[in-house]
């Protein structure tokens, strides 16, 4: 029996043996209607217009399930009468207004540091339900945000618990003094409870100059005097006696509660219907997380999440974008789940440790053997995944993590696994070439405009057409080391480019233990990056049709300039090196490419190649067709090799 066909069953024999809400952990699902239409009364295709709710779930974890005893700290959460850990969150749905015109699936939606909104145009008009639900218990609630409200834990007496904590501050700019809030409340304001270092890169000594003074300006916050020396992108380690830490591995569980409610449940323990119960429960339900979110979703999975307390999968796909080898740090004592570690900044946390990829393999470093998968597979509830990153992800998040051993060597991958990389991106992509001249802000390099959503569209579909239909998705397409499309740095063979410098930085990775503040380092892992062509433009992946018909140098990485840490990687952006318009000019820069009118014997030849690359990705399923034509517009319209 498939895995579907199980849980439909499950939910049919639940509806008949059980009480209404009996399996579920959802005590009141209150949603509001809040515009109909909404998104400015704009219909979709066929689907036509949607409306938009918004409200709070409530719930409660028991902490005997064994699916919750590694929730840290839950057992110190306070206690309703039933000895249950209550908690609330946000939840936002957008629904067609005509109900009859949905395609009875959920697409949830990882909200990323309390985001929402709507999904892309191309997804609207496919009919699903779209449903952000707050996991994250460290946000400051606002009107329009989605969070989690999660309990604080405290002593068995009642008194705080209180516990070293870890801040760090980079403020790319230049002011002698600056503020920073502390994620937790200190235990004490006395100046002995914390200490401060400072250090220009990842790398150097941390350092207490005698001119660096810093002090409490409430429980919450510390003013820093700066001291001379240190430029911009200097980084500042806070090291503390924190309380009050937040149980926030709960919001994992909130997440599955409220999506397993809209899937299985029709009405909360009060009665009161779910919003879709009167047009049959949903068929299916995929997940999608980008950055932040996509750290999360590959976390969810491989704490065990994607299985509900009745035993029913709660996700059938999930498609983890730009999330790399990493996973979060949330489910911890004084945990920050909106750190994002990187190669100059957050580079310290915990979040970024083995099990890196969806195959259980043995780490030769710690002796583990672990996968994403171990949990789900003892409990037949794994999902059928798409992974996608960008190039940035390869120079940035380790993503070649995915698809080799910590050693650096080629594995398979399981069978419900495909992973794509979009080559020459940065994180989370670019606006699209053509629609604005792009900024260097405080990189070396422009920033990178190549668009990223457009292929993370089109691979939603197929993963929703793999679950509701079965119909498989294209093949992965990552470089792999088998293919000899992954590379050391140090071996990418950069082109000397003028004004361009190429150090071969990356995000490197060791094996940490995260007891100590700042951890303790041991041996490192190994991590690859793209092979690239004579223009420095990545090779393998998926190409977008304005990688493939190139104006310039597309890269997944960018240096920070002088004053902001200098050559330290320069968060997340990537780089556009623009080819020379003429060959006369190409000549006179010492620029080895080809210049653009080489490449182009017109612009109507440029628009072409564009177009015949677009042609060929929607024929491969990694672009849908109207996303093509727009890119195949905006090249039509450009009529220069700038980004104009």
Not at 119 to 131: K, Y
Not at 198 to 226: G, L
Not at 241 to 265: H, N, Q, T, W
Not at 435 to 447: E, F, H, K, Y
Request: hydrophobic share 35%.
């Amino acid at each position: 029996m498939s895995r579907m066909n199980r849980a439909l069953v499950i939910a049919v024999v639940g509806c008949l043996l059980a009480p209404v809400g009996a399996e579920a952990q959802i005590t009141e699902f209150d949603l509001n209607e809040i515009e109909s239409p909404a998104l400015g009364g704009e219909s979709f295709g066929e689907v036509g217009q949607y409306e938009f709710l918004r409200g709070i779930v409530t719930g409660e974890v028991d902490p005997a399930d064994p699916r919750h005893a590694h929730i840290v700290n839950l057992d110190n959460a306070p206690r309703n009468a039933a000895g249950h850990v209550e908690y609330r969150a946000t939840v936002e749905i957008y629904r067609p207004v005509d109900m009859s015109r949905w395609n009875r699936a959920l697409y949830h939606t990882v909200s990323n540091r309390g985001g929402g909104g709507a999904a892309e145009p191309a997804l609207l008009e496919r009919g699903f339900v779209f449903v952000r639900v707050g996991w994250q218990g460290d946000l400051t609630p606002t009107d329009s945000n989605i969070v989690s409200y999660l309990p604080v834990a405290s002593n068995p007496d009642g008194s705080p618990i209180v516990g070293p904590a870890l801040e760090e501050f980079i403020f790319n700019d230049a002011a002698s003094a600056s503020r920073s809030r502390l994620t937790y409340p200190a235990a004490s304001l006395e100046p002995r409870g914390g200490m401060l270092s400072v250090r220009a890169t990842q790398d150097a000594e941390r350092t207490r100059p005698v001119d660096m003074q810093w002090r409490y300006v409430s429980d919450r916050e510390i003013e820093i005097d700066r001291p001379a020396g240190f430029d911009g992108g200097a980084i500042y380690e806070f090291i503390y006696e924190a309380k009050d830490p937040i149980v926030l591995g709960i919001g994992f569980a909130g997440m599955r509660d409220a999506i397993s409610f809209l899937r299985y449940e029709t009405a909360d323990r009060e009665g009161n219907p779910s919003p879709l119960a009167a047009h049959g429960l949903p068929a299916s339900a995929i997940s999608l997380g980008i950055s932040q979110s996509g750290r999360m979703l590959r976390d969810f999975l491989y704490q065990g999440f994607n299985e509900d307390v009745a035993g029913r999968i709660v996700f059938d796909g999930m498609h983890p974008n730009i999330a790399g080898s990493r996973k979060t740090f949330t489910n911890y004592q004084f945990g920050q789940p909106g750190r994002w570690q990187k190669q100059h900044e957050d580079h310290v946390y915990p979040g970024d440790q083995f099990p890196f990829t969806y195959a259980t393999l043995t780490d030769p470093l710690s002796g583990r053997t672990d996968g994403l998968l171990e949990r789900c597979s003892a409990s037949d509830t794994c999902p059928k995944i798409v992974h996608s990153d960008g190039e940035a992800e390869l120079w940035q998040a380790r993503a070649s993590l995915v698809v080799t051993d910590p050693a650096g060597e080629h594995i398979e991958l399981p069978d419900n696994v495909r992973v794509y990389l979009l080559s020459g991106t940065q994180h989370g992509g670019g606006p699209g070439v053509h629609t604005r001249p792009p900024s260097q802000g405080m990189c070396q390099n422009l920033g990178n405009p190549l668009a990223l959503a457009d292929t993370r569209a089109a691979l939603s579909v197929a993963l929703y057409d793999w679950v509701a239909e079965g119909v498989e998705p294209p093949a992965s397409r990552f470089p792999t080391v088998a293919g000899g499309g992954l590379v050391a740095a140090n071996d990418l063979g950069f082109p000397d480019l003028p004004g361009v410098k190429y150090s071969g930085s990356y995000n490197p990775l060791h094996l940490a233990d995260h007891r100590s503040l700042p951890p303790m380092y041991g041996d490192e892992y190994t991590v690859l990056v793209g092979r690239i062509d004579a223009d420095g433009n990545m090779m393998d992946g998926v190409r977008h049709p304005n990688l493939a018909a190139p104006v310039g140098t597309y890269t997944g990485w960018n240096l920070r300039r002088a004053g902001f840490g200098e050559g330290g990687q320069c968060a997340g952006a990537g780089s556009f090196i623009p080819f020379a318009a003429t060959e006369a000019d190409r000549q006179a820069s010492g620029d080895p490419r080809p210049s653009f009118e080489a490449r182009y014997p017109s612009h109507a030849a440029y628009v072409q190649a564009v177009s015949e690359a677009a042609d060929t990705l929607v024929g491969e399923r990694l672009l849908l067709p109207g996303d093509a034509r727009a890119i195949v517009e905006l090249a039509s319209g450009s009529g220069s090799t700038t980004q104009d």
